[in-house]
T-cell receptor, first 114, second 112 residues
């Protein structure tokens, strides 16, 4: 059974700091991995998607890496801003027998202080 | 529409009543998912639709839950005889043959 763990559960940093969020998964047979952010009372917004054959993806101040062999992904946020405050979720996508699922971690709640 | 649309956005219902939650996926998206997010919990898979294939209902927590997708587009999640433990945010997502999955804003269900 695929399990996804995110560490830390919560993180508070001063504005301008670079930071890393961690995601680990137990089964390396994944199709891809996607990072989302969730603001309070809102749905999920897709940030970055990494295919299983890729090592990293970048979008603006965000960089996500994937190491399938070790079952790890990191989300790097450069020069953090108060607007980055949200819960960050990683999800691995698995396909099996014509179906597919996203298995989510419980998220890292990020607070960026002005 | 531009994104995944869900309705109602908020629903308060009495224990024992039935509720219907609606999801309008992004036009042209063939895959549709329902997830549930309870307070303090992670996202729980409920059901997956792909085109005309039989849906994967393995995540539905009990036979009080059912879902359908008409014409390969709009989906309805129905909860019969609601219980307090059904209180949660119900999230719908869709994708096309590309890989990025897009979520709606969710339907916030409170059973009193």
């Amino acid at each position: 059974k695929q399990e996804v763990t995110q560490i830390p559960a919560a993180l508070s940093v001063p504005e301008g700091e670079n930071l890393v969020l961690n995601c680990s998964f137990t089964d390396s047979a994944i199709y891809n991995l996607q990072w989302f952010r969730q603001d309070p009372g809102k749905g999920l917004t897709s940030l970055l998607l990494i295919q299983s054959s890729q090592r990293e993806q970048t979008s603006g101040r965000l960089n996500a890496s994937l190491d399938k062999s070790s079952g790890r992904s990191t989300l790097y946020i450069a020069a953090s801003q108060p607007g980055d405050s949200a819960t960050y979720l990683c999800a691995v996508r698995r396909t099996q027998g014509g179906s597919e699922k996203l298995v989510f971690g419980k998220g890292t709640k990020l607070t960026v202080n002005p | 529409g531009a994104g995944v649309s869900q309705s109602p956005s908020n629903k308060v219902t009495e224990k024992g009543k039935d509720v219907e939650l609606r999801c309008d996926p992004i036009s042209g998206h063939t895959a549709l998912y329902w997830y549930r997010q309870s307070l303090g919990q992670g996202l729980e898979f409920l059901i997956y639709f792909q085109g005309n294939s039989a849906p994967d209902k393995s995540g539905l927590p009990s036979d009080r839950f059912s879902a359908e997708r008409t014409g390969g587009s709009v989906s309805t999640l129905t909860i019969q005889r609601t219980q307090q433990e059904d209180s949660a945010v119900y999230l719908c997502a869709s994708r096309t043959d590309g890989n990025t999955i897009y979520f709606g804003e969710g339907s916030w269900l409170t059973v009193v």
